[in-house]
């Protein structure tokens, strides 16, 4: 199974849209991710890969996601092992098969790494633009690319050497490379913008205002 702080890990730095995604400034040349409204959310499904040093093949967990400016993040995990992630203003919030509610973290310092993950799975750099040396590129067969590198001196440089995010639309493909070797990537699909208000079970998951 994997543990549910390297699942948040990899979800909030892979893997915020608390304030939407705001512009940002891309060469002409390179295509840029779609932009969620307020009053919009993304709702997709996930594959998540996490490839540890010692193993031979990837622990491999998959579901489906949320994610609105407006409401938060919830990521729920289907297989192999069943359980929500919660991540609105008011912190992470894992709920288990059971239905039992565990308040990882609250706090500032925890809305603005919910701020973060957002910001990732929208494709919004801007608000990262303090924590990491962004670089914007396309790729081979014409997405878009953008790698991601903690500053000098940051304190997420511990956790993570580098993001790299790819799409078209949307974010596509992330994977996340850490100090130790280790990697994870996850892989978003089945994407599509929707307005709100956000179907009920997963209304019902969050705590942000009602739209």
């Known amino acids: 199974m994997i543990p549910i702080r390297h699942l948040i890990a990899s979800v ?14 891309w060469a002409d040349d390179i295509p840029t991710p779609a932009t969620i ?9 996930f594959t998540m890969d996490r490839h540890l040093d010692g193993f031979e093949k990837p622990l491999t967990s998959n579901g489906d996601f949320v994610l609105s400016p407006a409401r938060g993040l919830v990521w729920r995990t289907l297989a192999p092992f069943p359980g929500t992630t919660i991540l609105d203003d008011h912190g992470i919030t894992r709920i288990d098969d059971q239905g039992n509610r ?9 809305r603005q790494f919910v701020e973060l993950i957002s910001a990732v799975l929208a494709g919004n750099w801007q608000p990262l633009e303090q924590r990491f040396d962004i670089t ?8 878009w690319q953008v790698i991601l ?19 078209t639309d949307f974010v ?6 850490k ?4 990697h994870d990537a996850i892989t978003l699909s089945d994407q599509s913008l929707q307005g709100l208000p956000l179907p009920p079970e997963f209304a019902a998951l969050l705590t942000g205002p009602v739209q």
């Open 37 to 45: 409204d307020q009053d919009q959310y993304l709702g997709g499904s």
């Open 179 to 182: 100090p130790t070797g280790d």
């Open 102 to 110: 565990d308040e990882l973290a609250r706090g500032d310092q925890f």
């Open 12 to 25: 909030a730095t892979a893997a915020f849209m608390a304030t939407g995604a705001m512009g940002f400034a």
């Open 136 to 143: 914007r590129d396309t790729t081979e067969n014409g997405a």
């Open 149 to 167: 590198t903690p500053k000098d001196g940051s304190t997420i440089q511990n956790q993570i050497s580098k993001i790299i995010a790819t799409g």
């Open 172 to 177: 596509e493909n992330v994977r996340l490379e």
